[in-house]
């Protein structure tokens, strides 16, 4: 047995596989280790100083993501993004969240995210202005009564001349204030009989200037117990004005792709929030891994009974479940993304990621925590951290339980008598 002062420090790099998944290419793995290394060296220790404060994501880190051009990675190369997919998207937050979930988050409010309106003058210059992390945004879909059952949205958007006039409350606005625009899911009609109750839907773009909120908005801060680094909000439109021609998706497509391609506002929220859990997953996936080398750490430097606490099998297995867990998620998420990239209509698979990585965060974080004893519930280590954000990762973008809903209803048929 080696000596304590012998022992490392840190988690040793998992080595290749021998034959690697078809999925893997010497580019991504340029890029993983290249946000890696961004992330324990410029984003942990930002995370390790201003999260116990609930501090604000820094100007200067959000410059740093821009410049290694993070905040473009599925916009096109045309338009001045990397022009890669939902696998390199994920995997990048993945790293970002292993050091700071809310660095891997604000990656979500770009990657093309506004850009989407009918002019195609406008569309390419906001494109490139996302790419650059010079259109950052935030999205609000929830409200008080219509969280998990978004056709239940009912903040109002009337026709006046060239404007919408935008009356409602919406909730669980994650970076409004900071954000250069707030894409907005409206109600413009009731559903006619027999219709969807998700017809009427429509998506605005509320553009804005940082730090401020225009005429007509009001929001309060939510107080979380977690999820810091940028503020989330709870939002009151009274007669806000938004130009008639900010609808964004469903008159978005170009004439070469045609009336299939133009989307409906329910129907676009509901692709967005498909690529939205995967990227929950590999934040999840990101945060277990955070905590299970915070444990593999400390069960080093831990002594007792005159020997490190590393010794003790049953700390061993935990150590060994936790990592098995881990690497089951980061694989299906990784193939869920894959699946994407390739056109492949992914509603179940998202769901069943979503579900497994997020629950397997709140496991592994929680046996961190275990593992951690009496310093584990102090705010003296970042584990605390991890698990509290790992917690919220079964809740946003659809609950467990809506998961569980989604799943099974592309599996089971209802009975006439649902």
């Known amino acids: 047995m080696t000596s304590s002062q012998e022992r490392p420090t840190e988690l040793l790099e998992p080595q290749p596989p021998a034959v690697l998944p078809p999925w893997h290419t010497s580019e991504r793995e340029a890029l993983q280790q290249q946000a890696r290394r961004f992330a324990t060296d410029e984003v942990l220790p930002v995370a390790n100083e201003l999260d116990p404060q609930k501090g604000l994501l820094p100007e200067s880190l959000l410059a740093r993501m821009a410049e290694l051009g993070y905040f473009g990675i599925t916009v096109p190369a045309e338009h001045g993004g990397m022009g ?112 969807s109750r998700s017809k009427g839907l429509v998506n605005l773009l509320l553009e804005k200037e940082r730090g401020s909120f225009p005429s007509g908005l009001t929001g309060t801060p939510i107080d979380k117990i977690g999820y810091h680094g940028f503020l989330t909000w709870d939002l009151v439109f009274d007669d806000v ?30 692709e967005f929030l498909n690529t939205a859990r995967v990227h929950t997953a590999a934040r999840a996936v990101g945060l277990a891994r955070a905590a299970l080398e915070d444990s593999v750490v400390y069960l080093q430097e831990r002594e007792q009974f005159g020997h490190p606490i590393g010794d003790f099998q049953a700390l061993r297995f935990a150590v060994a479940e936790m990592a098995s867990q881990i690497e089951q998620s980061r694989a299906f998420y990784r193939q869920v993304a894959h699946l994407i990239d390739l056109g492949v209509r992914c509603e179940r698979e998202a769901s069943m990621v979503k579900l497994e990585a997020t629950e397997m965060a709140v496991r592994v974080t929680n046996q961190a925590m275990q593992l951690h004893g009496g310093n584990g519930y102090t705010t003296e280590r970042q584990v605390e951290r991890h698990w509290r954000d790992a917690r919220l990762t079964t809740i946003l973008e659809g609950t467990s339980e809506i998961q569980k809903r989604i799943i099974s209803d592309r599996m089971l048929p209802r009975s006439p008598l649902t």
């Open 84 to 195: 890669l997919g939902v696998f390199e998207y994920c995997m990048v937050s993945e790293e970002l969240a292993r050091a700071w979930m809310s660095s891997a988050s604000i990656l979500a409010r770009s990657q093309g995210l506004g850009t989407a309106v009918a002019d195609a003058t406008r569309r390419e210059e906001l494109l490139r202005r996302s790419a650059k992390g010079e259109w950052i945004g935030a999205i609000a879909l929830s409200e008080p009564d219509a969280g998990s059952d978004l056709a239940g949205v009912s903040t109002r958007a009337v026709l006046d001349g060239d404007e919408w006039v935008v009356t409602g409350h919406k909730r669980w606005c994650g970076n409004a204030e900071a954000a250069d625009f707030i894409q907005v899911l409206v109600r413009e009609r009731d559903p006619e009989p027999g219709e």
């Open 241 to 270: 004005r938004i130009p008639r021609a900010n609808v964004v998706d469903e008159a978005a497509a170009s004439d070469e792709q045609g009336e299939a391609a133009k989307r409906a506002g329910f129907a676009a929220a509901q």
